[in-house]
């Protein structure tokens, strides 16, 4: 079992940055690989960050490349997203993941542990 608890989220304005946490616990976390995802009101779950376990090779969806930093510090059992230049479209409930499909890491039907979710809004 892993439980996966996210935090950091909040209001912002458009341009600004914040870094969300997702702090983990379970045996199996140590192997997983780690993903964040997003889902806006009437969307489907959106892919925005993976990292495998193997090598710690980082995967970003296309519309937060350059902007977004997917990280992982094992000695805390924490996966962080750091946003930067935040916009109104990044708006969402942001949810981190954990999976052992290290392949797939922006299917989120693969991933077999979910936290309960942080929501971000960015006012222009």
């Known amino acids: 079992q892993v439980q996966l608890v996210e935090s950091g989220g909040g209001l912002v304005q458009a341009g600004d940055s914040l870094r969300l946490s997702c702090a983990a616990s379970?045996?199996?976390?140590?192997?997983?690989?780690v993903g964040w995802f997003r889902q806006a009101p009437g969307q489907e779950r959106e892919f925005v960050a993976g990292?495998?376990?193997?090598?710690?090779?980082?995967y970003y969806g296309d519309s937060v490349k350059g902007r977004f930093t997917i990280s992982r510090d094992n000695a805390k059992n924490t996966v962080y997203l750091q946003m930067n230049s935040l916009k109104p479209e990044d708006t969402a409930v942001y949810y981190c993941?954990?999976?052992?499909?290290?392949?797939?890491?922006?299917?989120?039907?693969?991933?077999?542990?979910w936290g309960q979710g942080t929501q971000v809004t960015v006012s222009p």
């Open positions: 993941g954990a999976t052992v499909d290290h392949l797939r890491l922006s299917v989120s039907r693969t991933y077999t542990y």
């Open positions: 379970g045996r199996t976390f140590g192997r997983s690989s």
């Open positions: 990292m495998r376990w193997s090598d710690a090779a980082a």
